[in-house]
């Protein structure tokens, strides 16, 4: 199916205040602005949209893509006010503090659902709310180290390795907290009530791992590292190297898949040896290692790309955004760059690109005027220091 182009957004229409943080909401940000809803990132004053972007141009922090800026100085008595009246107007809230934070400031749950019963309060952590250590400092690497997916991970004779940031921040933090908004969106439709989403990192990875700890319950994965199916443990299910130094994936799970590898690799199966027999390993391992270490990746490109070999190269970065694969798809921004688009897509909704990042402040004036606050209003806000205005680039004047 194709995409209707004049289809409006799935969440057109949804207005989400962002009070600015680290990682994990930001992504939740984007995701939601991505899908149409209005978000507008809650700033301070002076600073980067972002805290990971320090000097650097804040419109290249993509996770900040489709907001509108508005910059407040959280500790002036004003501004709580002014967080209060658009609070009445949202539905939905998103921060990424600390707990107790966001009730020291005056903006906790209790007081926000106060103002508007129908908010739905989303709450980004690594520990969660509560709990012995919700109140200690943390990272991504700390958070799904206490679920398990850490310590399975990696070759076994080496320390536990770990997927980046991914796993933790993005796929067990912002795209729980997104789709806990989501879920939080419907019951407020539905029921006129919001609620208040508790979305841990540590929980959301706990989630990820639930087949895991199901064939664990079954007796068919083992608590050893390189031991099973899915970690590399099978000589079929693995990334080798090729003779140019560049990496190759292969994935041959089932049986006619493993048989279409070793028919396009001219291996025989009757001298391969028997899968089924784990002593016969190794052997497997070491015959496809030479192998694949007798081409270039090229090579193996061409011999088993588009096959149900389950083949892929392995790419960086930079050649990701230039696989061909990944241009049909659209996978990134038109024009060559490497900022990826939306996802999912939608048959009748459409999710463009959504507009580059702002800068901390420089929509102050209009955020505040759409919600019903007077010009002159606005103008002693400016001049109280409660919020901020920034030129939409550095060159001009933000008066």
């Known amino acids: 199916m194709t995409q209707t182009p004049s289809a409006a957004p799935p969440l057109e229409g949804l207005r989400i205040l962002e009070f600015a943080g680290l990682g994990p909401g930001p992504f939740a940000g984007m995701m939601l602005a991505d899908m149409g809803a209005e978000v507008i990132r809650i700033d301070r004053p002076g600073g980067g949209v972002s805290p990971t972007v320090g000097t650097a141009d804040p419109t290249l922090d993509y996770l900040a893509r489709g907001r509108r800026s508005l910059a407040l100085n959280l500790k002036a008595p004003e501004a709580k006010e002014i967080a209060l009246r658009l609070i009445e107007g949202a539905d939905g809230l998103i921060e990424g503090y600390r707990p107790g934070v966001m009730e020291r400031l005056?903006?906790?749950?209790?007081?926000?659902?106060?103002?508007?019963?129908?908010?739905?309060?989303?709450?980004?952590?690594?520990?969660?709310?509560?709990?012995?250590?919700?109140?200690?400092?943390?990272?991504?690497?700390?958070?799904?180290?206490?679920?398990?997916?850490?310590?399975?991970?990696?070759?076994?004779?080496?320390?536990?390795?770990?997927?980046?940031?991914?796993?933790?921040?993005?796929g067990g933090?912002?795209?729980?907290?997104?789709?806990?908004?989501?879920?939080?969106?419907?019951?407020?439709?539905?029921?006129?009530?919001?609620?208040?989403?508790?979305?841990?990192?540590?929980?959301?990875?706990?989630?990820l791992m639930a087949m895991i700890h199901s064939m664990r319950a079954m007796g068919r994965w083992q608590d050893a590292r390189q031991a099973n199916a899915l970690d590399g443990g099978v000589p079929w299910y693995g990334v080798y190297e090729c003779s140019d130094g560049r990496w190759i994936s292969i994935g041959a799970l089932e049986p006619q898949f493993w048989a279409k590898l070793l028919e396009l690799l001219n291996l025989d199966p009757a001298t391969i040896g028997d899968r089924a027999d784990r002593s016969t390993w190794p052997a497997i391992r070491k015959t496809l290692t030479e192998v694949f270490l007798s081409a270039d990746r090229d090579h193996w490109c061409a011999l088993l790309e588009g096959t149900d070999a389950c083949f892929a190269?392995?790419?960086?970065?930079?050649?990701?955004?230039?696989?061909?694969?990944?241009?049909?798809?659209?996978?990134?921004?038109?024009?060559?760059?490497?900022?990826?688009?939306?996802?999912?897509?939608?048959?009748?909704?459409?999710?463009?690109?959504?507009?580059?990042?702002?800068?901390?402040?420089?929509?102050?004036?209009?955020v505040l005027e759409d919600a019903g606050f007077a010009t002159e209003e606005v103008a002693e806000l400016i001049r109280s220091g409660a919020v901020a205005c920034a030129p939409a680039h550095p060159e001009e004047d933000p008066t």
């Open 313 to 366: 190269p392995v790419l960086s970065p930079a050649e990701a955004a230039a696989y061909p694969h990944n241009i049909a798809r659209g996978a990134f921004a038109p024009g060559g760059g490497d900022q990826p688009m939306p996802a999912p897509r939608f048959a009748h909704a459409a999710t463009p690109l959504p507009g580059l990042p702002p800068r901390a402040g420089q929509d102050s004036r209009a």
């Open 173 to 207: 933090g912002g795209m729980f907290l997104a789709y806990g908004m989501v879920a939080g969106f419907l019951k407020a439709a539905r029921t006129g009530q919001g609620d208040v989403i508790d979305a841990a990192i540590c929980d959301g990875t706990h989630a």
């Open 106 to 170: 005056g903006l906790g749950p209790e007081v926000a659902l106060a103002r508007n019963p129908r908010l739905v309060y989303g709450r980004m952590t690594g520990w969660g709310q509560a709990g012995p250590v919700s109140h200690s400092a943390g990272h991504d690497l700390n958070y799904i180290a206490i679920t398990g997916a850490l310590w399975a991970s990696g070759p076994a004779d080496r320390a536990p390795a770990f997927p980046m940031n991914l796993l933790g921040d993005f």
